[in-house]
């Protein structure tokens, strides 16, 4: 499976880039997962339902499946936070894994940015990045893209991960 991220400060616009991205590749037939990382406590699950009910009795994965879909739920309690490349082993193959977040994994990256956020950049001093995508003009030794451009962002990620 080809990996590429997106990164940037929170609300820089990583997420409707991630969602623009899986739709432009998604078009152009390739197979694609993504995944998420979350900075706080997050639950999909939900107090009453059957599976909210086996986590809180003890259960250390809930896995709940319908003829639709399937969600696997599982409890870390006293475990470490899994890496990435753990959470990664657990996907079915796909052509592309768009990963959200994991600004200090190795893997390579684009910089979600937009001026408004008062944030500094991150690439400068991140090898791992190798793009940017922005709401204003920067000048920096790599390609920055506008951040709605994302015809040319899958371009340029499709070019770097040989897909």
Sequence with gaps: MK????????????????ERLVQEFVA????VSTVKHAHHTFDVDHEGKDSHR??????????LASRNRF??????RDEDEPTLDMLLSKLAPVDLV?????KRDR?????????????????????????????TPIDLD??????????????????????
Excluded: C, Q
């Design 3 to 18: 990996l590429y991220g997106v990164t940037g400060w929170k609300n820089a616009g990583k997420t409707g880039l991630m």
């Design 28 to 31: 152009r037939g390739f197979r």
């Design 54 to 63: 086996h986590r809180i009795a003890g259960a250390s994965e809930v896995l």
């Design 71 to 76: 969600a696997l739920m599982h409890e870390l």
């Design 98 to 102: 768009l990963i959200e977040g994991y």
């Design 107 to 135: 893997h390579p990256k684009i910089e979600a940015f937009r001026a408004e956020t008062g944030n500094a950049l991150i690439a400068p001093d991140d090898p791992t990045i190798r793009a940017i995508a922005s709401d």
């Design 142 to 163: 790599r390609p920055v893209f506008d951040l709605n451009d994302t015809k040319s962002i899958a371009d340029f990620i499709t070019k770097e991960v040989g897909l």
